[in-house]
């Protein structure tokens, strides 16, 4: 079975500082994804982020990246120069492909509250 | 195109009431996913649909709930005798078959009250 654990309930951060999310997930599968995504309160969920499994190279979007330890099952998003608008929940997510499609985990979320 | 939208947003009901959500997906998008997420938790999963075709179903989706996608567009999610432990918001997901990346767009979901 696969799991995924976000250890940090909630967060802040100070306005243009820089914030670590903290994501461990424990599969036996060898090929997957792992994903990042945002919901701002009473809105929907967004996309921040994916990696492949198979890429060593951590993706990197804008302001985000990630630091993607596959040995260890670690997937941890860094949010750099923090803006009042990425308070949110974030989910941490690992995507497997199965006979029949896709199959997504989620993690509990982190509320990250980013301060004035 | 307008993303994946849901409708009613918010549905208040009686215990013991049926309630039924419906999901319209990105166009084009053949898959589809149901989606439950209870305060202070991450997604869980439902259901699934390849176009008209249920292809998964979760073991939370007890015998009260009954999901449809008759024509491989829009979806349907039923409850049957709700029951106050359904109140949860409902999301629904969409993808195509091969998507970059495998990333499933959300909708913004429909709450559930029971009471």
């Known amino acids: 079975a696969q799991t995924v654990t976000q250890s940090q309930p909630e967060m802040s951060v100070q306005e243009a500082e820089t914030v670590t999310l903290s994501c461990t997930y424990d599969t036996s599968e060898n090929n997957y994804y792992l994903f990042w995504y945002k919901q701002p309160p009473s809105r929907q969920m967004i996309l921040v982020i994916r990696?492949?499994?198979?890429?060593?190279q951590n993706a990197t979007e804008n302001r985000f990246s990630v630091n993607f330890q596959k040995a260890a099952k670690s997937f941890s998003l860094k949010i750099s120069d923090s803006q009042l608008g990425d308070t949110a929940m974030y989910f941490c997510a690992f995507m497997k492909h199965v006979r029949t499609g896709n199959q997504f985990y989620f993690g509990t979320g982190t509320s990250l509250t980013v301060i004035p | 195109d307008t993303g994946v939208s849901q409708n009613p947003r918010h549905k208040i009901t009686k215990r013991g009431q049926n309630v039924t959500f419906r999901c319209d997906p990105i166009s084009e998008h053949n898959r589809l996913y149901w989606y439950r997420q209870t305060l202070g938790q991450g997604p869980e999963f439902l259901t699934y649909f390849q176009n008209e075709a249920q292809l998964e179903k979760s073991r939370l989706l007890s015998d009260r709930f009954s999901a449809e996608r008759p024509k491989g567009s829009f979806s349907t999610l039923e409850i049957q005798r709700t029951e106050q432990g359904d109140s949860a918001m409902y999301l629904c997901?969409?993808?195509?078959?091969?998507?970059?990346?495998?990333?499933?767009?959300f909708g913004e979901g429909s709450w559930l009250t029971v009471v």
């Open positions: 990696q492949e499994a198979y890429k060593q």
């Open positions: 997901a969409s993808s195509p078959d091969r998507s970059s990346g495998n990333t499933i767009y």
